[in-house]
């Protein structure tokens, strides 16, 4: 299986006017596609700083994140950001003001998909995720927490991406919802050969990973592979 994304002895630091905090120390690691992540930690470990380099949003101040073999320094990463890696949150992060449909329409909008097209794959995403076309118009206010996740999956397939990452996704949620919600994290990278990579603290969701990664103080260790 080849892997999608690899860590080698990635460091990260804050630094604010007045202390540094390094939030990272020599992470080194991998993931492949077809597989769900779990990373586990105390609080403040570094868990979301690491997603947040996975996702592109910075870089690391040492050490190097590839993609496919090529550094994410050297890459385009609003582009792979658009089109290749999704965040899902524990707090949804829909937009407010969109319907639900529209909300998985975005990505497409901003990748130039035409309209009728983009309307055609976000009912399949939409359906995939198991949510009853009776929803679609409404907006996120009007549906429940574990609807609106479900929606904030489908918007992240929309974006046609290979790379799913979510910061406590189930944060929010209770068991029966965050059951679903694991099930369909899984779907996706059994079925559609996603790299799944879940930031929890709950210890059934990491028992439904195949891989699960420890942070502590910044570093990495393998838990279970
Ligand atoms: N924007 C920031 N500026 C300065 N320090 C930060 C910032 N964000 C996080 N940190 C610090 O970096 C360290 C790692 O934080 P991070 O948010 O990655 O932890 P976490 O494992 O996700 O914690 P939690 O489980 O509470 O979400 C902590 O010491 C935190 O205080
Ligand atoms: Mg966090």
């Given amino acids: 299986m080849s892997k999608i994304i690899e860590a080698e002895k990635v ?5 604010t006017k007045y202390q540094k905090t390094k939030a990272l120390s020599e992470v ?15 609080s403040g470990s570094g868990k979301s700083t690491f997603l947040s380099l996975l996702a592109g949003l910075d870089v690391p ?3 190097t994140l590839y993609v496919d073999g090529e550094d994410m320094k050297e890459m385009d990463r609003d582009a792979y950001r658009m089109n290749r890696a999704s965040v899902i949150y524990q707090a949804f992060h829909l937009f407010p003001l969109l319907t639900v449909q529209e909300n998985v329409m975005f990505p497409m909008e901003l990748q130039h998909v035409p309209q009728k097209e983009a309307e055609a794959r976000a009912k399949e995403h939409l359906a995939k995720v198991g949510l009853p076309d009776t929803l679609y118009k409404k907006m996120p206010n009007m549906i429940s927490g574990g609807e609106q996740q479900r929606v904030a999956i489908a918007r992240a397939m929309a974006s046609g991406g ?11 949620l209770d068991s029966q919802n965050e059951r679903v919600i694991v099930d369909l994290l899984c779907k996706l990278a059994h079925e559609e050969n ?7 603290h709950n210890e059934a969701v990491a028992a439904a990973a195949d891989v699960v990664y420890g942070m502590s103080d910044g570093a990495l260790t393998v838990v279970r592979e």
């Fill in 194 to 200: 996603y790299a799944v990579i879940i930031v929890t």
């Fill in 28 to 42: 080194s690691c991998s993931f492949e596609r077809g597989k769900v992540y779990a990373i586990t930690g105390k």
């Fill in 162 to 172: 290979e790379i799913l990452l979510a910061d406590e996704p189930t944060g929010n």
């Fill in 11 to 15: 460091s990260y630091i804050y630094q």
């Fill in 61 to 63: 101040a040492e050490g």
